[in-house]
């Protein structure tokens, strides 16, 4: 029984900035793994970006050098800071954490409901 929470998505211009926050609670012993991912319509969801409990962020190429992740760990919190929001960017964002629910349970991947950003131009 874990819940993601997401908010912060919304509508802004071309060249403006969104930051968006996940929280993730329930039965948590540790989370291995945070990050975001987004889904267009039409399009397959893909990986944006994420961040592993080592310390390791990886970006998709496509957001390189506009969007950063970051992370509160004793709050299980992860956040996407995107800065020069283009159209492309528009897509609903999902947050995404790799649980274990307990030192002898195996990780499992949970989804949150998503949040939508909008980039008009």
């Known amino acids: 029984q874990v819940q993601l929470v997401e908010s912060g998505g919304g509508l802004q211009q071309a060249g403006g900035s969104l930051t968006l926050s996940c929280s993730a609670s329930?039965?948590?012993?540790?989370?291995?793994?945070m990050g975001w991912y987004r889904q267009a319509p039409g399009k397959q969801r893909e990986l944006v970006a994420t961040?592993?409990?080592?310390?390791?962020?990886n970006y998709a190429d496509s957001v390189k050098g506009r969007f950063a992740i970051s992370r509160e760990n004793a709050n299980y919190t992860v956040y996407l800071r995107m800065y020069s929001l283009i159209p492309e960017d528009t897509a609903a964002y999902y947050c995404?954490?790799?649980?274990?629910?307990?030192?002898?349970?195996?990780?499992?991947?949970?989804w949150g409901q998503g949040t939508q950003v909008t980039v008009s131009s």
């Open positions: 995404n954490a790799v649980v274990r629910g307990s030192w002898w349970s195996d990780a499992k991947d949970y």
């Open positions: 329930g039965s948590i012993f540790s989370v291995d793994a």
């Open positions: 961040f592993t409990s080592d310390g390791v962020s």
